[in-house]
């Protein structure tokens, strides 16, 4: 019987520290399976997951002797936390130890798609050298415009500012005397979402931000603007998203997040949209945020295994 289940990568470094003092059982591919992953999680204490694990129903039911669930990142979408809370379960998010890598994504993909000039390579490899066509924008003196306005939001707001950018930003449940709405500008939805050059979605998902960026949405964006999804794929409305790049009423997308994860047959409906940028769930996961994660989230299930926490 294994301690601790890890069903996803995970530093080597922090498995190491983990081996030290307890039996590990790492299979990053555990995920996709689990009938065994209800097997092995049976006796176990103590379970590390990412964001494919889906620690509810039948896994969560054979997890008689569960104690701990530490997550690789931040986002609890795949934990059913009303049943871990009902049963005492401890559930330890990596709170901040990724923030950076998503806002370099966020800040970078901005900047890819305003500049436009990265999407010319079939054009190059034909031959042709489309220059004029290809001029894009600057960053500088653009309005950012966040969908949400948690941890990671501000620290893209403060990065924004350092390269000129104003922001602004619509969180409901950030009371109005917090302190760090005095550099960004608060406002409702529809004024962000109107009035801005990046548009970038820090939601989580919940049954009310569920859809939130539709087609009534887009309508409302800039023509020329650009949207990043580094957040929850079911907070936005794909074939809508599709509907706007194909019809020039948005000016570029980078998602990171889908409704379905991996994309597998559905990824094809992306297929010959102009300006969008797909990547795999990663805009978290560098090599240095990696460490960060891992060894943070085995410090935390070590202390709660040892009723330091």
Known sequence: MADII??????????????????VHHDPELFGKPD???????????????NQTQVRGGVLT????????????????????????????KVFPATGAN????????????????????FANAAMVAGEFPKTKLIG?????KRLGLVGFGAIARDAANHARLLGMNVVAYDPYVP?????????????????????DVISIHLPLTPETRGLIGKEAFARM???AVLVNAARGGVMDEEALIAALKGGKLGGAALD???????????????????????????????????????????RVMAALEGRI
């Open 62 to 89: 054979a997890a008689k002797a569960l104690k701990v669930v530490g997550r690789l990142g931040v986002g609890l979408d795949n934990i059913d936390m009303e049943a871990c809370t009902a049963r005492g379960i």
């Open 222 to 224: 800039k023509p020329d």
């Open 137 to 141: 924008r600057e960053i500088a003196g």
């Open 257 to 299: 997040v889908f409704e379905e994860e991996p994309l597998r047959e559905g990824g094809k409906r992306f297929a010959g949209t102009p300006n969008l940028i797909l990547t795999p769930h990663i805009a978290g996961n560098t090599v240095e945020s990696n460490g960060r994660v891992s060894g943070l989230v085995a410090e």
């Open 36 to 50: 065994e992953l209800a097997e092995l999680v049976a006796q176990s204490p103590a379970l590390i997951v990412r």
């Open 99 to 118: 923030s950076l890598s998503v806002v370099e994504y966020v800040i970078g993909s901005a900047m890819v798609l305003l500049r436009g000039a990265y």
């Open 6 to 23: 890890i069903t996803e990568f995970m530093d080597e470094a922090a498995v190491a520290m983990l081996r030290a003092r307890y039996e």
């Open 176 to 196: 109005e005397d917090d302190p760090d709405w005095q550099a960004t500008q608060r406002l409702d939805l529809d004024a962000v979402l109107s009035s801005a």
